[in-house]
């Protein structure tokens, strides 16, 4: 089983900047990606950005620019540092992380997500 545990989220004026992390554990073979989606209230989950085993990354449009994906793969973590946020910033948001527990058995697992609020 994996567990992923975010952290960093909170309420921060908007042109603020927040840094979020999140740690996988558990009996790990490899992962994959790893990534940051969010949800508003009465909105869709979507993809902020994913980052690689590679290093290669993915954003969403309106995040382009702001907001950066970093991995520590010794440490099978991942950050999200959320530069000028803007209100409709304002989410949960999630961790994800998909890749192998062993040669035949894959994961694709969830966080418990960590508001932000961007408001003055």
């Known amino acids: 089983q994996v567990h992923l545990v975010e952290s960093g989220g909170g309420l921060v004026q908007p042109g603020g900047s927040l840094r979020l992390s999140c740690a996988a554990s558990?009996?790990?073979?490899?992962?994959?990606?790893m990534g940051w989606y969010r949800q508003a209230p009465g909105e869709q989950r979507e993809l902020v950005a994913k980052?690689?085993?590679?290093?290669?990354?993915n954003y969403a449009d309106s995040v382009k620019g702001r907001f950066t994906i970093s991995r520590d793969n010794a440490q099978n973590t991942v950050y999200l540092q959320m530069n000028s946020l803007k209100p409709e910033d304002t989410a949960i948001y999630y961790c994800?992380?998909?890749?192998?527990?062993?040669?035949?058995?894959?994961?694709?697992?969830w966080g418990q997500g960590t508001q932000v609020t961007i408001s003055s």
């Open positions: 558990g009996s790990i073979r490899s992962i994959n990606t």
């Open positions: 980052i690689n085993n590679g290093g290669s990354t």
């Open positions: 994800n992380a998909g890749g192998m527990l062993s040669k035949w058995t894959s994961f694709d697992a």
